[in-house]
């Protein structure tokens, strides 16, 4: 069993950056496809990026597409989310997850062992 816990969010200023972890434990997540969700309240929680472990393919949704990076740390067992030109409308709970299937469309019911989320609030 995969548990997943997330750190790095916090409060920055429209154009800053945050580097988000998602740490995994209790197995590899080299099986597994890895994605990036985030919730902001009164909306539905929404797909932002994943990662594919077994071809390495990458997916970002059109909202984040040039700003945010995903990537993994194999020896880490850890996956990051590096945001870049962080907007407000970015402000939301970030949460990862896994799923041993196609990732993309990312469908959050697909994905498992959800981590318990981190605040990324973006404000002047």
């Known amino acids: 069993q995969v548990q997943l816990v997330e750190s790095g969010g916090g409060l920055v200023q429209p154009g800053g950056s945050l580097r988000l972890s998602c740490a995994a434990s209790?197995?590899?997540?080299?099986?597994?496809?890895i994605g990036w969700f985030r919730q902001a309240p009164g909306k539905e929680r929404e797909g932002v990026s994943c990662i594919n472990s077994i071809d390495g393919s990458t997916y970002y949704a059109d909202s984040v597409k040039g700003r945010f990076t995903i990537s993994k740390d194999n020896a880490k067992n850890t996956v990051y989310l590096e945001m870049n030109s962080l907007k407000p409308e970015d402000t939301a709970v970030y949460y990862c997850a896994i799923t041993p299937f196609n990732p993309v469309p990312m469908v959050a019911t697909l994905f498992g062992s959800w981590g318990q989320g981190t605040q990324v609030t973006v404000s002047s």
């Open positions: 209790g197995s590899t997540l080299d099986n597994y496809a």
